[in-house]
């Protein structure tokens, strides 16, 4: 009896994900965190208008989902003054990040992106056989300039670039952006991931011509539409770009309920502005309560924020530590210098009220 032959490139790859969920250090701890605010979600959640529309579709949900995603395209279009052509759905970013590289990269393909950023879209360039190139940040931000100097380097088809960060929360305005598009070599994609474009500044997006081929920019329903468990996202991008992903999409990876709940989040657009402003007081009270225990917030464009703990990240680590033993679900960068920070997401202040009380508890142990 025999097994699976497996291809000599999943034979390589490790048997490992991006992230260990929250649930799983629930199951290994025996009980639930008291407050969950690791793993940027927005605890805000979602427009009421989204939660009643995907309650509606849940009776038809014996039907597959539109595998055009027709109305939520058409109004994402509508949205971005953008034609409908220039828009793909898929499930959230990182499905469509698995998709961008499954059409622009092979092994030995050349990839870069800034050591320490977000490491599902490293997982699908290794889980294709590409080949990581990776830039320092600069000042707690991904060095945009070098990330392209990188690519023209190493010929790189394609360049993974955040604006709003994860994991620093640190961000560019779009003009900044803008004066480096002519330095994308000949034959490379930047990709640009704005999952938390909604919640920074107004002049953070870039303006940015939809039909350069240069460019795709990644959206989702995740942050600040507070979605992130439906799995909406979305690319946009000149239309033989966008075309060329229903060569190799999942059809039928949209459910009907999510695609309900993200037409109805995007046409509440007043729901969306206050979640900006409590994410906008959650970033001052958590600020606040990282000065009260003697370390520093960083600035932030997102719904997390950065906390510098003003060592290194070994004591990081022990302060990460000591908030999960007392229930506080919080996550870290895993990479120096930025891993001398640990991640907090916004939340309600009865949420950030147990931050603080751990927080000074896990001080007092340390000190």
């Not at 092994?107 to 490491?119: F, K, L, M, N, R």
């Not at 088809?157 to 803008?178: C, H, Q, T």
């Not at 991008?237 to 309920?257: L, W």
Request: negative net charge.
């Amino acid at each position: 009896m025999t097994g699976p032959r497996y291809t000599k490139l999943a034979d390589s790859l490790p048997a490992s994900v991006p992230f260990v969920g929250p649930e799983a250090q629930e199951r290994s701890m025996g009980h639930a965190f008291a407050a969950r605010i690791g793993a940027n979600e927005n605890i805000f959640g979602p427009s009421p208008n989204a939660i009643v529309a995907m309650q509606n579709a849940a009776k038809d949900i014996w039907m597959y989902g539109d595998p055009e995603s027709h109305d939520l395209r058409e109004a994402l279009a509508k949205h971005h003054k953008i034609a409908p052509t220039n828009i793909v759905v898929g499930e959230g970013i990182d499905g469509l990040l698995g998709y961008l590289v499954r059409l622009l990269v092979e092994q030995g393909d050349a990839v870069v992106t800034s050591e320490g950023a977000y490491p599902t879209f490293n997982y699908h360039v290794t889980g294709f056989g590409g080949e990581l190139h990776k830039v320092p940040y600069r000042d707690d931000r991904e060095d945009l300039a070098e990330l392209l100097v990188k690519a023209a380097e190493v010929d790189a088809k394609l360049v993974y670039f955040a604006n709003p960060d994860n994991p620093m929360g640190s961000w560019y305005r779009g003009k900044d952006i803008e004066a480096h598009l002519n330095d994308i070599p000949d034959g490379c994609v930047l990709l640009l991931d704005e999952a938390y474009i909604e919640l920074g500044p107004a002049d953070t997006a870039p303006a940015i011509d939809i039909n350069d081929p240069r460019v795709i920019r990644m959206r989702t329903f995740s942050k600040g539409y507070g979605m992130a468990g439906a799995r909406v996202g979305y690319a946009m991008g000149a239309e033989n770009a966008i075309r060329a992903f229903e060569k190799i999409r999942n059809h039928f990876g949209m459910n009907r309920a999510a695609q309900a709940g993200a037409l109805a989040a995007l046409t509440d657009q007043e729901w969306l502005m206050t979640t900006r402003q409590n994410v906008e007081r959650a970033r001052a009270r958590i600020g606040e309560i990282a000065a009260k225990h003697g370390f520093k917030a960083l600035p932030s464009a997102t719904n997390f924020v950065a906390i510098d703990c003003g060592r290194d990240g070994t004591f990081a680590k022990s302060v990460l530590d000591g908030l999960v033993a007392r229930g506080v679900f919080v996550r870290m960068p895993f990479v120096a210098p930025q891993n001398r920070c640990i991640r907090v997401s916004c939340a309600p202040d009865n949420i950030l009220d147990l931050l603080d009380v751990a927080l000074g508890q896990v001080m007092a142990d340390l000190t």
